[in-house]
């Protein structure tokens, strides 16, 4: 047991390289900020935000590095069949890819090699925190609690940087269960533990949850440095524009989507949050025409369907259709591919563009992977569109329950509770929806697709 253990050591320092592309967007598991460094003075101003340290300043720079990373670890696992370590050298490469890519295959891939990578290694060695935050990228929350637990069992204990990891798995897995006080505490024991682990991002994401969007930004200004790579400094933009833009601040949304652009140019998700930013701020059809030159060349379910969403707000429903149709068709495909991670997103499509039934069945598959208050929410919306009023109300009041606050929360309570004539109630929850998003009823409100960065 004794090379087992120092291989965990050694591994545990090679994997912040891994963490950092799965926090930015997919989960917040793995930058290298703490808020524990000290207080530092948040970078509010989009239009001054950066510079940013060294790595690959542009998309396609990234995409070439990725693709000699992927071909090296490729080789290498071809060459050593046996070697686990190399397996999950593999492994994670195909993680980094599918961070910007559009393709889940990446993800299947890498599930399959790190699954028989753990099979084969003798108990309780192998890529468990790998495996870990593969399958919070997945959505497999089973799975991250299984490989935490084999961890736990390693004879000689975790390093600080994989502890704080651990800490910080952990708490993700509680925030995702609907347990949002687990979650804080869970944090604050990774933060205890040492830097890392993204626990800016994680404890960004968990104020925002809970309708905090001031300590959400200042959370995420403070986990961010001019000393991180460009893709990492934009990530962090962006995520600060999905704040502004939850709470109703669309053109301070606009600018940080904007820096985002301007820190990593060419990636697709960045353009599209920018293109639909356009055509919330009023310029419909300059909007449709950006999504329209990025869906055709990175063909992301997410843009087409954002793209097919501002073209029936314009009256051009065939258009809208076909490119409704082109979305289904990949999430059909990520559906099979990687379920859990494609349930949520597949149901936001279901509930514009297919029928009620399936959104529910969606819906409720998705609660099962991830019973937290935004899957409680969809389920509600869900149920609302087969007539199920009740068990929808009760879905919202266990969203809130659990801590859970957005405007969409409320919305939807106010929609239910004014059809069912409860107009003290419906005003009440109408209320708390302004409160959150004072443009949550507005008409442009309804262009926003793109929303959790």
């Not at 599209?272 to 310029?283: E, L, N, P, Y």
């Not at 809130?400 to 929609?415: K, T, V």
């Amino acid at each position: 047991m004794a090379s087992t253990d120092i291989s965990h050591r050694t591994r545990g320092r090679r994997l912040v390289w891994l963490a950092l592309p799965l926090a930015a967007v997919v989960i917040a598991t793995g930058i290298d900020w703490s808020l524990s460094k000290g207080p530092q003075e948040p970078a509010l101003s989009a239009a001054e935000w950066g510079p940013a340290g060294y790595g690959p300043a542009t998309f396609a720079e990234a995409s070439r590095q990725i693709d000699r990373q992927l071909e090296a670890a490729t080789y290498m696992a071809g060459r050593n069949p046996a070697d686990w370590l190399r397996q999950e050298g593999l492994a994670r490469a195909l993680m980094w890819r599918s961070r910007v890519a559009t393709d889940y295959g990446d993800l299947a891939r890498a599930d399959a090699i790190l699954s028989k990578a753990v099979g084969e290694a003798p108990s309780p060695a192998g890529p468990l925190l790998s495996q870990a935050v593969l399958g919070t990228m997945m959505h497999r929350l089973a799975v991250t609690t299984s490989a935490l637990d084999a961890i736990d069992r390693w004879a000689v204990p975790p390093d600080p940087d994989e502890l704080t990891e651990v800490h910080g798995l952990r708490g993700d897995v509680a925030f995702y269960r609907g347990d949002m006080a687990g979650a804080q505490a869970w944090y604050a024991r990774a933060a205890a533990t040492g830097p890392g682990a993204g626990l800016a991002y994680r404890q960004a994401n968990l104020a925002k949850a809970r309708g905090d969007f001031d300590g959400a930004i200042r959370a995420f200004a403070a986990g961010s440095t001019s000393r991180e790579p460009p893709f990492a400094r934009a990530s962090t933009a962006m995520q600060i524009g999905a704040v502004e833009q939850a709470r109703g601040r669309y053109r301070e949304a606009a600018e940080w989507f904007a820096a985002a652009d301007r820190q990593f140019p060419g990636f697709w998700l960045f353009e599209a949050h920018r293109a639909q930013s356009r055509a919330i701020g009023g310029d419909l059809a300059g909007g449709i025409a950006d999504l329209r030159k990025i869906a055709e060349r990175s063909p992301s379910a997410e843009v087409m369907d954002t793209l097919a969403v501002l073209l029936r707000a314009q009256g051009q429903a065939a258009e809208s259709r076909a490119w409704g149709a082109r979305a289904k068709a990949e999430w059909d495909r990520r559906l099979k591919l990687a379920p859990e991670a494609a349930y949520g997103h597949a149901l936001e499509h279901e509930l514009v563009f297919g029928t009620p039934e399936r959104a529910v069945e969606l819906a409720r598959a998705n609660l099962a992977a991830r019973p937290f208050g935004e899957s409680r929410v969809l389920l509600a919306t869900a149920l609302v569109n087969v007539g199920q009023d009740r068990a929808a109300l009760a879905e919202l009041a266990r969203a809130e329950d659990s801590g859970w606050r957005s405007a969409p929360l409320y919305a939807l309570r106010a929609r239910i509770l004014e059809l069912a004539g409860r107009t003290d109630l419906a005003e009440q929850a109408r209320a708390a929806a302004i409160a959150l998003n004072p443009r949550i009823f507005a008409p442009e409100t309804t262009l926003v697709w793109l929303s959790h960065g």
